[in-house]
């Protein structure tokens, strides 16, 4: 294993700085992507002329065009470089692992970036200029381009929830096309068009180019795009029925924090769809700015609540049934038992004091195998987690933590750094004082050792392989 | 010759590495120094009044130009950083660790820079007082530079070892810096010049004089940047460039002297006819591809590439690389024709252009 400096991110979870930079890049890959669907159906509809009004429909293409540029082009491709940077920062050995296995599926990504970049900005600059037929075919190759890199991507997520076959096979296509590939993909696409329909209507409402019934209009025929909503319970149930079943469990009731995400996401779609379904059968209601708005912003919550369900249901690992949530594979597990956690770790621990031997081992163990989730007293934080357990409990329930919780990693590490980790919380909840006696006693390192040997070293979850979704 | 001299999966990544980093190069040059030049101009003007005809033209051009050369240099920047992630993982990323926020800040840098040209760039900010111009054109350069400077601090970083890094994570610090910093920092700089007169040369061939005084001055400072930078450099390091990368370090320098000529006889008087204009550009992309590869081998002294030679064998080993080449093609013609379609003649001849 190779050892990376750790940092803290002081009361913040690290999960809460990548998940909310996820759900913030993945909410504007979803305009880029629907809204280039979006402007091709109204080019195409704009050619079919008659009553339609193609000038109409071609004058809201060039405004929502430029929307797009500003918004997806700018802070869409910076956060989407972005989500690489902070990857490494909260779990360099996961990047890592997804650079080895799905490097050229990355490659074939940047193809169609190219492309998307090119057919985007030769709109921009020229697409009110040239001849329909044109207009389509650039729109239309900007389209392809921006949902290739929604496959492209979505094989690569949905790999790390559920593997599949690539457990036994190291097939990276067996990777990419895993349980969840098409359901996530078919409802990310979905996601796209319905937020691409909802930010059309904000900017229709926003800009002064048209009038109340052209606005009218343009809302009834954006909101067509919402319609595709009406199969995402399926496609839902559909994923759920794909992933693990400890992760369907989590979902469904089994974590209070997963259920209520997922309740978020439910209720803020089902409430986007209700509100599609009125519209769309009362053609003379409209959609001001205030309530497309709104609409956005429900639209962003569902989409947090689907992503923040995405990566939670995930536990105890960021690769199932390879890499734990700790970056420690489960092989490394066994080893840890054996040889410590942190006798490999060339980087020092820091701090405001120095701590003595045991507790500054305990902070070290700490660091290596829970910071990555927990924090001492903020986010998920150990203080509030452990407070009113006593010394034996902190001992028994670490050393079987995958039996505690089971999506939590099985403890990797020797009895002593386990003691020297109790030992650390139990002088964090006494308030941090300046001394503490160091625990010795060999008697309370066999229990520990029995501990360990009772649960062994496999997770707490069921892992499979070409059927890790159907346990 | 390097990279082939190594062994075929990590030759076969180093050479991916390269041809991208090529390709970033070119535009991140060309924003580097467009935004160098737009501030200056911007400092010019507020102080002393108006410009020629010929900077305004070439601001102008730049102006126009500089979000889509942005997006281009940021998407060109992709393939690049992923290469560099199969071949030097742990040192790229522990330095990205050690840096910490100053690392990141990049990103939201990015972004408002990103805006600020599209601000430049609007008609009614053209008509706004001296000053302010030149307050946007000065932030922007600044976000650049910063950007600029953090590459280089975090490569630097990233080739120092261990124990370096070790004492960085003990002191906590979110700044690296030696004495290699400035002289590399300074190259890649005025470097980036005469690659934004070849294509500013292409943009706006009017403006060639003023273009040409622009590139020789800068082809004479990079030289000299990279002198001291040469002289910097440790001694394994320079002997290196010298003994292994010769052949490499040759390319650069006869690119370099092409375009010294060829853009005195521009500066001279000479027309910017149709061959000139290819030999600037092949000039420029010759040196700039030399200088790369230079940069490889200052990097390979540093860190042994032997430690990953059997991760780089495993990476060859994963599907996926046929698919890549055939995507790569296709959108390549792909791309070609979204060209020719944005060259068709406006629908309308009264239609106002964008």
């Known amino acids: 294993m190779f050892y990376y400096p750790v940092n803290d991110f002081g009361p913040v979870m690290k999960g809460m700085i990548i998940g909310g930079l996820g759900i913030f890049h993945v909410y504007l890959a979803q305009f880029a992507i629907g809204g280039g669907l979006l402007m091709s159906w109204f080019q195409w509809r704009s050619m079919r002329g008659g009553a339609d009004g193609g000038e109409l429909y071609t004058r809201f293409i060039d405004g929502l065009f430029r929307v797009l540029v500003l918004v997806s082009f700018v802070t869409g491709a910076v956060t989407g470089v972005a989500m690489w940077f902070t990857t490494i920062q909260i779990s360099p050995r996961t990047i890592g692992l997804m650079v080895d296995e799905f490097h050229w599926v990355w490659a074939i990504e940047w193809t169609f970036f190219c492309l998307e970049v090119a057919a985007g900005y030769a709109f921009y600059r020229r697409g009110p200029t040239l001849d329909p037929r044109s207009r389509l075919t650039l729109l239309l190759m900007y389209s392809l381009a921006a949902w290739m890199s929604l496959f492209w991507i979505n094989g690569i997520l949905s790999w790390q929830l559920t593997p599949g076959a690539w457990h036994e096979t190291h097939s990276v296509w067996q990777g990419f096309f895993n349980p969840t590939f098409w359901p996530s993909l078919i409802f990310r696409t979905l996601s796209s068009m319905a937020t691409a329909a909802l930010v059309a209507c904000l900017v229709v409402n926003l800009s002064s180019r048209f009038d109340a019934e052209e606005r009218r209009r343009l809302v009834h025929a954006s909101f067509r795009f919402l319609a595709p909503m009406a199969v995402m319970p399926l496609l839902g149930a559909w994923f759920l029925a794909a992933v693990p079943e400890a992760s369907r469990t989590w979902a469904m009731g089994g974590s209070i924090a997963m259920t209520m995400f997922l309740g978020i996401g439910v209720g803020a779609s089902a409430l986007i769809g209700g509100y599609a379904v009125v519209l769309l059968l009362k053609k003379s209601m409209t959609v001001n700015g205030a309530t497309a708005a709104l609409l956005i912003a429900l639209g962003f919550g569902a989409t947090a609540g689907a992503e923040f369900v995405r990566e939670g249901i995930r536990k105890p690992y960021t690769v199932h049934g390879t890499l734990y949530s700790n970056s420690i594979t489960q092989d490394e597990v066994a080893r840890f038992r054996r040889e410590g956690c942190t006798t490999g770790d060339p980087y020092p621990l820091r701090g405001e004091r120095e701590l003595p031997e045991q507790l500054g081992l305990g902070a070290h163990v700490f660091r290596v195998q829970c910071s990555v989730c927990h924090t001492w007293d903020g986010a998920n934080g150990l203080a509030h987690l452990t407070s009113g357990w006593t010394d034996d409990q902190l001992r028994l329930n670490i050393a079987q933590l995958q039996r505690t919780k089971n999506f939590m990693p099985p403890f990797a590490g020797t009895p002593e750094e386990l003691e020297a980790l109790v030992q650390w919380l139990r002088w964090g909840h006494a308030d941090k004082p300046d001394g503490w006696l160091a625990t010795d006693d060999p008697r309370v390192i066999a229990q520990i050792q029995r501990h360990l040997d009772e649960v062994g070293v496999e997770p707490g979850v069921r892992v499979g392989s070409s059927a890790d979704s159907n346990h | ?354």
């Open chain 2, 1 to 354: 010759m390097f990279p082939f001299d190594q062994p075929a999966s990590t030759a076969f990544y180093l050479v991916l590495y390269l041809g991208t980093l090529v390709l970033h190069v070119v535009p991140m040059n060309y924003v580097l120094a467009g935004s160098s030049y737009l501030a200056l101009l911007g400092v010019w003007e507020a102080a002393r009044g108006g410009v020629s005809d010929a900077h305004q033209r070439i601001a102008a051009g730049l102006r126009d130009w500089m979000p889509f050369a942005l997006s281009v240099a940021i998407t060109a920047g992709v393939a690049p950083l992923l290469f560099l992630q199969v071949l030097y993982k742990q040192p790229f990323y522990t330095a990205n660790l050690l840096l910490l926020h100053r690392w990141m800040a990049i990103l939201p840098v990015l972004i408002v820079a990103f805006y600020l040209l599209y601000l430049q760039k609007s008609k009614r900010f053209q008509a706004r007082p001296a000053v302010v111009r030149m307050l946007v054109s000065v932030g922007i350069f600044l976000c650049f530079g910063f950007v600029a400077w953090s590459w280089t601090e975090n490569h630097v970083l990233s080739t120092r070892g261990q124990d370096v890094w070790i004492e960085q994570y003990a002191r906590g610090g979110w700044f690296y810096g030696d004495r290699e910093l400035p002289a590399r920092l300074a190259l890649w700089w005025v470097g980036a010049f005469p690659m934004l007169s070849m294509i500013l040369a292409w943009q706006v061939p009017s403006a060639r004089k003023a273009l040409a005084r622009v590139a020789l001055p800068s082809l004479v400072a990079a030289a000299a940047a990279g002198v001291v930078y040469y002289f910097q450099l440790p001694a394994d390091a320079r002997q290196s460039v010298v003994s292994v990368g010769w052949p490499w370090l040759t390319l650069g320098l006869i690119g370099w002297v092409a375009q010294v000529a060829l853009w005195t006889m521009v500066w001279r008087g000479r027309q910017l006819r149709a061959e000139l204009w290819l030999g600037l550009s092949a000039a420029a992309v010759l040196t700039a591809a030399g200088v790369t590869v230079l940069r490889e081998l200052r990097r390979l002294t540093a860190v042994d590439i032997t430690e990953y030679y059997e991760a780089h064998a495993a990476a060859a080993r994963v599907g996926g690389w046929w698919l890549f080449a055939a995507l790569l093609a296709m959108n390549a013609g792909l791309i070609v024709w979204v060209v020719r379609i944005a060259c068709r003649p406006p629908v309308d001849a009264d239609s106002p252009g964008t």
